[in-house]
């Protein structure tokens, strides 16, 4: 029988063997012609997607100097809202304030892509409502079947699923593998990782 570890590294393979790769392309093209004019990019995300879009505005910062924020960063603003407004409309809001226009864009990481009728991710769902009054680009990673975010986004990349039983585990892991991706496209990053720029140094043994 096969071990745990050899059945999910092989959904892993699965996986990354299966991804739409021409969506990718396009995301990157979006991004780079939302540098271009000066655009923000807004990521949004809960639960351990909340932590990749924490991670991926680091790297669209640092790496591809976009203007990127998470409205997950400020736990203030965000615990203020939810005790004060709801839960639902924290992302709605936040882009509201924000006065995001057409030459910013959002960027969606969920596993279900939200979902009203099940009340699963309803912020999701009023963000991205909110977004295409403002005519803001939709670009996203998701899990299943990308719930509302594959139904209205411009380029989102749907995570296959390749075993019911971890869906959320592959949903997450690959959002953060995709968004390297995009960050480290030549055609996007402007600044190296720090290990790439090292230069390697041959050890010469002291011999006397």
């Avoid at 790769?21 to 004019?37: A, F, M, N, P, Q």
């Avoid at 594959?150 to 971890?166: K, L």
């Avoid at 996007?188 to 041959?202: G, P, Y």
Wanted: with cysteine.
């Amino acid at each position: 029988m096969m071990s745990h570890a050899q059945d999910y590294f092989g959904e892993v393979s699965s996986i990354a063997l299966s991804i739409d790769h021409s969506i990718l392309d396009r995301i990157v093209g979006g991004l780079v012609e939302l540098r271009s004019k000066g655009g923000r990019l807004f990521i949004i995300g809960v639960g351990g997607s909340g932590a990749n879009a924490s991670h991926a505005v680091g790297d669209f910062r640092k790496m591809t100097q976009i203007e990127a924020y998470s409205p997950i960063d400020n736990t203030a603003e965000l615990t203020a809202r939810t005790n004060d407004e709801g839960w639902s409309t924290v992302f709605q809001s936040w882009l509201r304030v924000s006065n995001a226009n057409k030459n910013d864009a959002i960027f969606v990481l969920s596993v279900g892509g939200g979902d009203l009728e099940r009340n699963v991710s309803a912020n999701i769902v009023k963000a991205l409502d909110e977004a295409k009054k403002r005519n803001l680009r939709i670009y996203g990673i998701v899990g299943r079947d990308g719930g509302y975010t594959a139904r209205v986004g411009d380029d989102v990349i749907v995570i296959p699923t390749v075993n019911p039983a971890h869906i959320t585990a592959l949903s997450e892991s690959f959002q953060s593998v995709i968004l390297h991706g995009i960050t480290c496209h030549p055609e996007l990053m402007n600044e190296s990782n720090r290990w790439e720029t090292i230069d390697s140094v041959e050890l010469v043994p002291n011999i006397e």
